[in-house]
């Protein structure tokens, strides 16, 4: 087996995801660049072989049956097995004037399709994946979510928590139950899984609105994704250390 590690960044082509595969590159990893839009995957890649990173293009939708499968059969021929897998893609769904979601007035198909993303899609590309990452001697599977997931943060009046988004956030809830759910399933085994909130980033998810780079949102899903093997394992971090659920 070659020492070189493998990892899957999925929605990869821009922003926190890209930064996430060209730090792990920058590493050693072999990264395959998740996205469903060829052009601009192709495009990332170009970028990230031009920086010196060994990456290859996985053709991606995580809403789509056929293409997860494709991409699991694409990784296998490519790599062989998957050492970590970073399910990135996520989208914010429809938003109301100042960015918000108010759920009294919510068009509940903006749920569902941000449900299927957000969640659904995690659960049917990390299955997808898992016999790949089972022939791994330490595989890490990340989950991005964000700190508005955090019911304890959610319902306290004294935390700036930004706008009411009564789709995207619990959506995120959902899927840190998910990484809960995986984390018992897991246990004892050498698959960690773990839960990460980049931050607010400037990136083209939020408008541009947000003090930090993508680089610097990457960073806390860079280090769960090379954890070493005591590392932990259903939890929930950000920069500063471990996020109340």
């Known amino acids: ?66 293409s997860v499968t494709d991409a699991a059969n694409l990784v296998d021929r490519q790599a062989g097995r998957l050492d970590v897998l970073v399910n990135n893609a996520g989208i914010s769904g429809e938003m109301g004037p100042g960015w918000v979601q108010d759920p009294t007035t919510l068009d509940l198909d903006v749920v569902r399709t941000v449900v299927e993303t957000n969640v659904i899609g995690v659960i049917r590309v990390t299955n997808a994946m898992l016999p790949l990452l089972r022939r791994s001697t330490s595989p890490r599977i990340v989950n991005v979510s964000s700190s508005v997931a955090s019911l304890t943060r959610q319902a306290d009046p004294d935390i700036a928590i930004g706008p009411i988004m009564a789709a995207y956030s619990p959506s995120k809830s959902f899927l840190n139950a998910v990484t809960v759910q995986y984390a018992r399933q897991f246990a004892g085994t050498n698959i960690l899984i773990n839960a990460a909130c980049p931050g607010l980033v400037a990136t083209d998810f939020t408008g541009f609105y947000g003090a930090r780079t993508p680089e610097q949102g990457a960073a806390t899903v860079i280090r769960l994704a090379t954890l070493p093997d005591d590392g932990p394992t259903g939890s929930f971090f950000e920069d500063d250390g471990v996020i109340p659920w």
Not at 36 to 64: C, H, I, Q, S, Y
Request: no cysteine; charged share 20%; aromatic share 4%.
């Open 1 to 66: 087996m070659s020492e070189t590690k493998i990892a899957l960044v999925t929605g990869a082509n821009k922003g926190i995801g890209y930064a996430i595969a060209a730090g792990l590159g920058a590493l050693g990893y072999r990264v395959g660049v998740g996205a469903r839009d060829k052009a601009r995957l192709e495009t990332a890649v170009e970028k990230l072989r031009a920086g010196g990173v060994d990456a290859f293009a996985v053709p991606l939708d995580v809403t789509g049956a056929q």
